[in-house]
């Protein structure tokens, strides 16, 4: 989108867990109606409210947050029926895209930042969000900068669920079983790693690339490193560069080095993304290079206790360990057809005041997007949840996801031919070729 440099991204990160948040403020505005009185007063009718999510699983801090905020809500306000649709992230773009071409999108639903949520503004189909966001002031919860990739020509169409840094998260147990010292800090090093974990017979990286879009995050770190930088995709748009360029044959080579190495589970392309996670968190793979989105999750597993981190390695010695592969995250959008908008804005409203605090208290709010007062440590907070606030403090900035950049079709693309070196062996100029070909196709 161009509103919100890296640069500033690096300064928001550093000051993510310091600031307070804005005061808790319940929704109101039931319209008026026949069917049930509230507290004695006005009478108001019932009133149900379609909320499609992407937390499926009731073990994760994410999904009991949204449950309950709900079920808090729905006390509040019993005229108010808060109805969950609750998919995992391919299932719900699928059916959103449906819903979408038949106008009958969710009155909240999920949509990703930057150029994957702009169809859907440019059609009509969502509500500008400028209202919720300045009333009482909740816009400026956010970390500064945040919110532009989430607006159009000034209006606001989606509040992000966090702002998170992909990492690799390691099993401190498993390194030891295979006699694993040093964290590895090159490529080569990964490699290495990767091939004294198999000797073992342990699984070096989960990875659940069924939902392709967990290869192609993994990806972007590779060309972060090569390109010795950020916006390579940017010079791409720009006509600065082409697909063909060195740093992006160099990094396919490399990513499939690691495929060839070994480093994923058999058969990974038919292992949707939770089960991928789950591989990690039930102790049967010794890496998970994923967004902190995930630390809540994991501190919840069977492997709590037992997981380190540590940044994306150089690549043949190039790129800035300190910077990463920035995901903003997923955004709560409104149907601009909704039946109940003002109902529906009120929720809302309640849930993004809410969210910050409940994930706080559920030891959830690493990769928040909101700012966030509390003590870590005097809260309870793991000792990965404190070594990744640590690694916040140090970004300098990076690169969004592939399809938070590109245009749906050029992604849809990419993301196609990602998942498919994870089957074959491609030659990488060739594939470099194609990533070309679909770009100048769908400008």
Same mark, same amino acid.
């Given at each position: 989108m161009g509103k919100a440099k890296m640069k500033a991204f690096a300064v928001v990160m550093t000051s993510a867990l310091t600031l307070t948040l804005a005061a808790c403020n319940n929704g109101h505005g039931a319209s008026p109606g026949n069917s049930k009185k509230q507290g004695g007063d006005a009478a108001t009718k019932d009133v149900t409210i379609t909320f499609q999510n992407i937390n499926p699983d009731p073990s994760t801090p994410s999904y009991k947050m949204i449950k309950e905020i709900v079920r808090q809500y729905e006390r509040d306000h019993p005229h108010i029926k808060i109805e969950l649709d609750s998919l995992n992230t391919d299932q719900q773009k699928l059916k959103l895209k449906t819903q979408a071409a038949a106008k009958e999108v969710p009155d909240i639903t999920i949509v990703n930042p930057a150029a994957q949520m702009k169809p859907f503004v440019d059609a009509g189909l969502l509500a500008p969000l400028n209202d919720v966001a300045d009333k009482d002031g909740l816009k400026n919860t956010f970390q500064e900068g945040l919110l532009d990739y989430y607006s159009f020509d000034d209006k606001l169409y989606a509040f992000p669920d966090g702002n998170n840094i992909e990492v690799v998260f390691y099993n401190k147990e498993l390194f030891a079983k295979a006699g694993i010292q040093k964290l590895p800090s090159t490529f080569d090093e990964l490699i290495t790693t990767v091939k004294a974990l198999k000797v073992k017979g342990i699984t070096p990286i989960a990875i659940g690339e069924k939902d392709s879009w967990t290869g192609s995050l993994l990806f972007m770190n590779i060309l972060l490193r090569t390109n010795e930088g950020p916006n390579f995709l940017k010079d791409v748009l720009d006509g600065k560069k082409t697909f063909n360029d060195p740093a992006f044959v160099e990094a396919v080579d490399a990513f499939q080095e690691l495929i060839q190495a070994g480093a994923f589970p058999d058969e990974a392309s038919s292992i949707d993304y939770n089960a991928g996670g789950n591989i990690f968190k039930t102790g049967k793979a010794a890496m998970y290079i994923m967004g902190t989105?995930?630390?809540?999750?994991?501190?919840?597993?069977?492997?709590?206790? +037992? &997981?380190?981190?540590?940044?994306?390695? $150089?690549?043949? #010695?190039?790129?800035? *360990?300190?910077?990463?592969?920035?995901?903003? =995250?997923?955004?709560?959008?409104?149907?601009?057809?909704?039946?109940?908008?003002?109902?529906?804005?009120?929720?809302?409203?309640?849930?993004?005041?809410?969210?910050? +605090? &409940?994930?706080?208290?559920?030891?959830? $709010?690493?990769? #928040?997007?909101?700012? *966030?007062?509390?003590?870590?440590?005097?809260? =309870?907070?793991?000792?990965?949840?404190?070594?990744?606030?640590?690694?916040?403090?140090?970004?300098?900035?990076?690169?969004?996801?592939?399809?938070?950049?590109?245009?749906?079709?050029?992604?849809?693309?990419?993301?196609?031919?990602?998942?498919?070196?994870? *089957?074959?062996?491609?030659?990488?100029?060739?594939?470099?070729?194609?990533?070309?070909?679909?770009?100048?196709?769908?400008?």
């Amino acid at each position: 989108m161009g509103k919100a440099k890296m640069k500033a991204f690096a300064v928001v990160m550093t000051s993510a867990l310091t600031l307070t948040l804005a005061a808790c403020n319940n929704g109101h505005g039931a319209s008026p109606g026949n069917s049930k009185k509230q507290g004695g007063d006005a009478a108001t009718k019932d009133v149900t409210i379609t909320f499609q999510n992407i937390n499926p699983d009731p073990s994760t801090p994410s999904y009991k947050m949204i449950k309950e905020i709900v079920r808090q809500y729905e006390r509040d306000h019993p005229h108010i029926k808060i109805e969950l649709d609750s998919l995992n992230t391919d299932q719900q773009k699928l059916k959103l895209k449906t819903q979408a071409a038949a106008k009958e999108v969710p009155d909240i639903t999920i949509v990703n930042p930057a150029a994957q949520m702009k169809p859907f503004v440019d059609a009509g189909l969502l509500a500008p969000l400028n209202d919720v966001a300045d009333k009482d002031g909740l816009k400026n919860t956010f970390q500064e900068g945040l919110l532009d990739y989430y607006s159009f020509d000034d209006k606001l169409y989606a509040f992000p669920d966090g702002n998170n840094i992909e990492v690799v998260f390691y099993n401190k147990e498993l390194f030891a079983k295979a006699g694993i010292q040093k964290l590895p800090s090159t490529f080569d090093e990964l490699i290495t790693t990767v091939k004294a974990l198999k000797v073992k017979g342990i699984t070096p990286i989960a990875i659940g690339e069924k939902d392709s879009w967990t290869g192609s995050l993994l990806f972007m770190n590779i060309l972060l490193r090569t390109n010795e930088g950020p916006n390579f995709l940017k010079d791409v748009l720009d006509g600065k560069k082409t697909f063909n360029d060195p740093a992006f044959v160099e990094a396919v080579d490399a990513f499939q080095e690691l495929i060839q190495a070994g480093a994923f589970p058999d058969e990974a392309s038919s292992i949707d993304y939770n089960a991928g996670g789950n591989i990690f968190k039930t102790g049967k793979a010794a890496m998970y290079i994923m967004g902190t989105w995930e630390t809540g999750s994991i501190d919840s597993s069977s492997v709590a206790g +037992k &997981v380190g981190v540590f940044p994306f390695p $150089t690549v043949n #010695s190039k790129g800035d *360990v300190n910077e990463y592969v920035i995901a903003p =995250g997923s955004g709560f959008a409104v149907s601009a057809n909704s039946e109940h908008l003002q109902e529906t804005k009120d929720f809302l409203h309640y849930f993004i005041t809410e969210m910050p +605090k &409940v994930q706080f208290d559920l030891k959830n $709010t690493i990769g #928040s997007g909101q700012k *966030v007062e509390g003590d870590l440590k005097e809260a =309870g907070y793991s000792e990965l949840a404190i070594n990744l606030n640590e690694l916040f403090q140090k970004v300098k900035g990076g690169d969004l996801a592939f399809d938070n950049t590109m245009n749906p079709a050029i992604a849809q693309a990419h993301l196609s031919s990602i998942q498919n070196l994870f *089957v074959q062996k491609e030659d990488a100029a060739q594939v470099a070729k194609e990533h070309q070909s679909a770009f100048e196709a769908n400008q």
